[in-house]
């Protein structure tokens, strides 16, 4: 005679068949992992940065100078502006990237000045970026009067010269990083604002739109959860070519002198080389590690620009794999 399980008995019962069985009694499930949330981000992160080749290389360059903006003022304790006799020596066991006319240490200098760099580069694109969401889709979807307002308000701070405009304001407010990323920022959102307008005027007739509108979905809720999700990638791509436009603003307006003189960054460094006559002097270690710095971080954010748009555009992908087929068959 065959025997059965408790759970093979439960699902013989007439009309068990339809009923989900139940488990053996005295198992015991696990709860969910509290890492499990946290893997899940990381694999999704993963996804996004290994998604293009441009993408993963711009990320890498811009990761790498993250970690150095983090990790490098913490691990390096030593006094950036400490004076000492070893002067316009060149890179050696003692100083990795060499000293300048004052004997400061120039690798401690450039490790300290990427924080000030790259933070308030990435700060001033974030504020444009915020300015650019609140301004384009609220003129975009609203329409009518507000529209017209807003859009006033754009084509007048388009028109704004930024560079003159922060000499001006450093000179009558203070000599600080903060009054230049401020007036930089400011004069900067108009572009994203007037893309992010032309998309959500495309955006507001669409079936999902109207679908929200007629279930009474709230205004602000249609325009932040609705519509901005589908503009992430023109968002992205904004806010990368911002923070782009302040390092270079920045880094020239403190080469020029009117930064703060007693804060590090590259600005600052390239100014102290200019007056030391570094290139005069053959110092190249000098003013060379702050200027490829530049370079390269802007090259990755670049990168990264060039790839979401590979990404969010069909056409640029389509474009691409016509390439890469004419290639393979031309070695063919």
């Not at 005679?1 to 699902?11: G, K, L």
């Not at 308000?153 to 405009?165: G, Q, Y």
């Not at 401020?182 to 955006?203: D, E, F, H, K, Y």
Request: hydrophobic share 50%.
């Amino acid at each position: 005679m065959r025997q059965t399980s408790p759970s093979n008995e439960i699902a013989s019962v007439p009309g068990g068949a339809n009923r989900p069985a139940l488990p053996p009694l005295g198992r015991t499930y696990a709860s969910p992992s509290p890492f499990a949330g946290l893997m899940r981000f990381l694999r999704a992160f993963w996804r996004a940065v290994t998604v293009n080749r441009k993408v993963m290389l711009g990320s890498a360059i811009v990761g790498v100078f993250v970690l150095v903006a983090i990790f490098g003022p913490i691990i390096i304790r030593q006094n950036p502006l400490a004076y000492t006799t070893d002067l316009v020596r060149p890179p050696s066991a003692a100083h990795w990237l060499g000293t300048n006319q004052g004997g400061q240490d120039v690798f401690v200098q450039l490790v300290v000045g990427t924080r000030s760099s790259l933070s308030w580069a990435l700060l001033s694109g974030l504020m444009v970026m915020m300015i650019s969401i609140a301004v384009g889709l609220v003129s975009g979807y609203a329409g009518g009067v507000v529209d017209d307002i807003l859009s006033v308000i754009t084509n007048v701070f388009l028109v704004v010269p930024a560079f003159p405009l922060a000499i001006v304001a450093v000179e009558y407010f203070s000599r600080s990083t903060l009054t230049i990323a401020i007036i930089v920022a400011l004069t900067n959102w108009p572009w994203g604002a007037r893309v992010l307008r032309a998309q959500t005027l495309s955006m507001r007739s669409r079936e999902f739109v109207t679908a929200a509108r007629a279930a009474g979905e709230h205004t602000w809720r249609i325009i932040f959860l609705e519509i901005l999700p589908n503009e992430i990638a023109i968002v992205a791509a904004s806010f990368i070519t911002t923070t782009i436009q302040v390092l270079l603003a920045v880094a020239a307006l403190e080469f020029l002198g009117f930064g703060d003189s007693a804060a590090i960054s590259w600005g600052t460094m390239l100014y102290d080389a200019y007056f030391g006559s570094a290139l005069f002097q053959g110092a190249w270690w000098w003013f060379a590690p702050p200027g490829f710095c530049i370079a390269l971080l802007g090259a990755g954010l670049a990168l990264l620009n060039f790839g979401i748009d590979e990404v969010a555009d069909p056409r640029l992908r389509q474009g691409k794999r016509r390439r890469q087929r004419g290639r393979a068959t031309v070695a063919a």
